[in-house]
């Protein structure tokens, strides 16, 4: 992928948007982009650097996601709505051609590490519900505000907020900031004699040097994996609008990845705001239990999306008739009587009772939990309860006291009252 139209190549101390960012390491890449952890010099702190393959469909993809990253940002000055910050966008040219690039404030780790962190356990449910309430925060606010949906949730999309800030407390980090290219070049061409041999050597060393502090960076969950998670703050931030749409300029029929896939897209018949509470309900679930809700497998004479839809009606019950018959890919799936082709028989195991039986909840965790998600889970999108709605649900504000204010449960809101009190 690093050729004309692809990847740019990065190395360690490079320069971007004449010097003002320097590339730090690698935090990670997707289908279209890398993203570099980078020193921004005029700010003296860390962002993350998306640098977005150069052929002409993705580069138009990346303009989308700045139009949409703008909007959010604009939206949201005090930056308390959970949701990734656009800090700036330029174009870097290569020689693969020119890269649109975004540079965003720097996060932490995805929620997919938080999972695999706590060993695919289950997850203490204040936990769970802290997490919720972030993740229902930047749905609200993209939904209802914005009319942005993001058609990509999962956990690898939701970043934890860092809690050190490595520009401002460095010796905490581990980091200091690499501010020009190591000497020599150790991804170069062939080495030709011992002098060169040496200096690919001490490259090897000081790039040796940096990665070692690399496990000690995002200040959320490294080092140790075998740590708890107590005392660990848990924010976190929606991030990947590299899919996303404005509800009323729709562009694709297949979104989402595919356990987090609601119903009317497997069975096309058209989607809303109500497909991204379907990720968050698998999501929330997922956090509880330490493992996916929906991992459906094609099997003999049934596809992926047969078994899918199997397995949310053994969640959730039949699927009412008029729903299951009423989308552009119904007859892929159900005869007309609304039953399933190819899977006649389904073992009904509800969420409550799965939750007691095989992930050890106690009956009222259990209980009070799937009361709050099974309307997340209707059949019927626009049944389902709006983020506005799920923030004002019992199960979301347990645990506060009636006459105080969930100061604790919303870090956001009581940040940006900090900030807008600095700035007084
Ligand atoms: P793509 O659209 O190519 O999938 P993403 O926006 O999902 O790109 O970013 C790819 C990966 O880079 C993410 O999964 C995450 O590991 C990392 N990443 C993205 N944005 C940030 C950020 N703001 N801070 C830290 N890491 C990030
Ligand atoms: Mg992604």
């Known amino acids: 992928s690093y050729r004309k139209g692809g990847y740019h190549a990065v190395r360690i101390g490079d320069p971007f948007a004449a010097g003002r960012y320097v590339a730090q390491r690698k935090l990670g890449w997707g289908q279209?982009?890398?993203?570099?952890?980078?020193?921004?010099?005029?700010?003296?702190?860390?962002?993350?650097?998306?640098?977005?393959?150069?052929?002409?469909?993705?580069?138009?993809?990346?303009?989308?996601?700045?139009?949409?990253?703008?909007?959010?940002?604009?939206?949201?000055?005090?930056?308390?709505?959970?949701?990734?910050?656009?800090?700036?966008?330029?174009?870097?040219?290569?020689?693969?051609?020119?890269?649109?690039?975004?540079?965003?404030?720097?996060?932490?780790?995805?929620?997919?590490?938080?999972?695999?962190?706590?060993?695919?356990?289950?997850?203490?449910?204040?936990?769970?519900?802290?997490?919720?309430?972030?993740?229902?925060?930047?749905?609200?606010?993209?939904?209802?505000?914005?009319?942005?949906?993001?058609?990509?949730?999962?956990?690898?999309?939701?970043?934890?907020?860092?809690?050190?800030?490595?520009?401002?407390?460095?010796?905490?980090?581990?980091?200091?900031?690499?501010?020009?290219?190591?000497?020599?070049?150790?991804?170069?061409?062939?080495?030709?004699?011992?002098?060169?041999?040496?200096?690919?050597?001490?490259?090897?060393?000081?790039?040796?040097?940096?990665?070692?502090?690399?496990?000690?960076?995002?200040?959320?969950?490294?080092?140790?994996?075998?740590?708890?998670?107590?005392?660990?703050?848990?924010?976190?931030?929606?991030?990947?609008?590299?899919?996303?749409?404005?509800?009323?300029?729709?562009?694709?029929?297949?979104?989402?990845?595919?356990?987090?896939?609601?119903?009317?897209?497997?069975?096309?018949?058209?989607?809303?705001?109500?497909?991204?509470m379907w990720s968050f309900a698998c999501i929330a679930v997922e956090l509880a239990t330490g493992e996916m809700l929906f991992t459906p497998k094609g099997g003999q004479g049934f596809s992926e999306d047969e078994d899918h839809l199997a397995l949310m009606m053994e969640l959730l019950g039949k699927m009412p008739r008029k729903i299951a018959i009423g989308g552009t890919r119904s007859k892929d799936y159900f005869d007309r009587h609304g039953d399933l082709k190819r899977i006649r028989r389904l073992k009904f195991w509800p969420l409550d009772r799965l939750l007691v039986e095989k992930y050890k909840f106690s009956e009222s965790d259990a209980c009070e939990f799937s009361e709050f998600l099974c309307p997340l889970f209707d059949f019927a999108p626009e049944k389902r309860p709006t983020a506005q709605q799920c923030l004002q649900h019992p199960w979301m504000n347990q645990g506060n006291s009636p006459h105080k204010e969930p100061v604790e449960e919303n870090l956001d809101v009581g940040m940006s009252n900090l900030q807008i009190k600095a700035a007084k």
């Open 32 to 276: 279209f982009s890398t993203v570099w952890l980078s020193y921004d010099t005029r700010s003296a702190n860390y962002v993350a650097l998306k640098i977005q393959k150069s052929a002409a469909q993705f580069a138009q993809a990346a303009l989308h996601e700045i139009e949409l990253l703008s909007a959010i940002a604009n939206g949201d000055p005090s930056n308390s709505k959970c949701v990734v910050h656009l800090i700036d966008h330029f174009k870097h040219t290569g020689p693969n051609g020119q890269h649109p690039c975004m540079v965003l404030e720097f996060l932490g780790d995805s929620l997919l590490r938080l999972i695999k962190y706590n060993r695919y356990r289950v997850l203490d449910l204040s936990k769970v519900r802290k997490i919720c309430r972030c993740i229902l925060t930047a749905l609200d606010y993209l939904h209802r505000e914005l009319g942005i949906i993001h058609t990509d949730l999962k956990p690898e999309n939701i970043l934890l907020v860092s809690t050190i800030n490595p520009a401002k407390d460095p010796v905490r980090s581990g980091l200091s900031p690499v501010l020009e290219r190591p000497e020599g070049n150790p991804n170069g061409a062939v080495t030709v004699n011992i002098n060169e041999i040496k200096l690919k050597r001490k490259a090897k060393r000081a790039l040796a040097k940096i990665a070692s502090r690399r496990d000690s960076m995002g200040g959320v969950l490294s080092p140790k994996p075998e740590k708890s998670l107590d005392g660990i703050n848990l924010r976190c931030k929606i991030v990947d609008f590299g899919n996303a749409c404005w509800a009323d300029k729709q562009f694709a029929e297949e979104i989402q990845t595919r356990q987090y896939r609601a119903p009317e897209v497997i069975l096309q018949s058209g989607y809303s705001y109500s497909a991204d």
